[in-house]
């Protein structure tokens, strides 16, 4: 049957972030540490697999006030087989609000940019599947 062999992954995850473009000065202690969270699913069937990823990155304005300044979505597909993986991934980036930079002094700016990368690969990993 065709659905005995469908195969559906999801998972959730939520930190924080140290270091990198994502850190930048602030006044607010609570705002100094920026959290993400990460939703993937993923559906699987003899080997094809198509699935997604988005990522969303904020700040603690409060303890129950949460903002959004960055999201990224990924898409996948490809085939796996063993040891191999054929795949391809579209991978896009946008600011909670487009084109803010270019709107704010130096000063103010927070790591928010848009584009996008497009990646086509042969994957081989070692260890037990």
Not at 90 to 119: D, N, R
Request: glycine share 10%; with cysteine.
């Amino acid at each position: 049957m065709f659905f005995q062999a469908l195969v559906f992954a999801a998972s959730l995850e939520i930190g924080g972030m140290f270091g990198g473009v994502y850190n930048y000065p602030v006044t607010d202690p609570l705002t100094l540490i920026p959290i993400y969270a990460t939703m993937t699913g993923e559906v699987e069937w003899n080997g094809l697999y198509v699935g997604g990823q988005m990522d969303c990155y904020f700040l603690a304005i409060e303890v129950n006030n949460f903002q959004p300044f960055q999201n990224t979505y990924t898409f996948r597909a490809g085939y796996r087989n063993g040891h191999m993986t054929i795949g391809f991934e579209h991978i896009c980036y946008h600011p909670m609000q487009t084109y803010y930079p270019l709107l704010i002094t130096e000063s103010e700016w927070k790591p928010k940019f848009e584009g996008a990368v497009e990646k086509v690969f042969v994957r081989f990993s070692l260890g037990e599947k």
